[in-house]
Nanobody, 116 residues
Framework: QVQLVESGGGLVQPGGSLRLSCAASGFTFGTTPMNWYRQAPGKARELVAT????????NYADSVKGRFTISRDNAKNTVALQMNSLKPEDTAVYYCNVFRLQTSFWGQGTQVTVSS
């Protein structure tokens, strides 16, 4: 079965950096795009970044462009989200996501809090 396990969240001051990681299993990792979403309190879940199967193509929400970088390691079945210049509005639970076989799979999420 598909499993996605996120790690790397925490408390960081504004302007700081965090690196999230997602370990995937239960499917052929290198055959599908991967996504990072986030959900802030009281808000809908939003797509933050997407990476293609090979990692050659990426796409970002306007709110994180130039600050966040998504990457993947198909040999290790992992996808990462490097977050720089963090802002209080980046505070949210961040989720790793994959869509396959007409089903959306999610990890348990990792909390990111940006506060002084």
């Amino acid at each position: 079965q598909v499993q996605l396990v996120e790690s790397g969240g925490g408390l960081v001051q504004p302007g700081g950096s965090l690196r999230l990681s997602c370990a995937a299993s239960g499917f052929t990792f290198g055959t599908t795009p991967m996504n990072w979403y986030r959900q802030a309190p009281g808000k809908a879940r939003e797509l933050v970044a997407t990476i293609s199967r090979t990692g050659s193509l990426t796409n970002y929400a306007d709110s994180v462009k130039g600050r966040f970088t998504i990457s993947r390691d198909n040999a290790k079945n992992t996808v990462a989200l490097q977050m720089n210049s963090l802002k209080p509005e980046d505070t949210a639970v961040y989720y790793c996501n994959v869509f396959r076989l007409q089903t959306s799979f999610w990890g348990q999420g990792t909390q990111v809090t940006v506060s002084s």
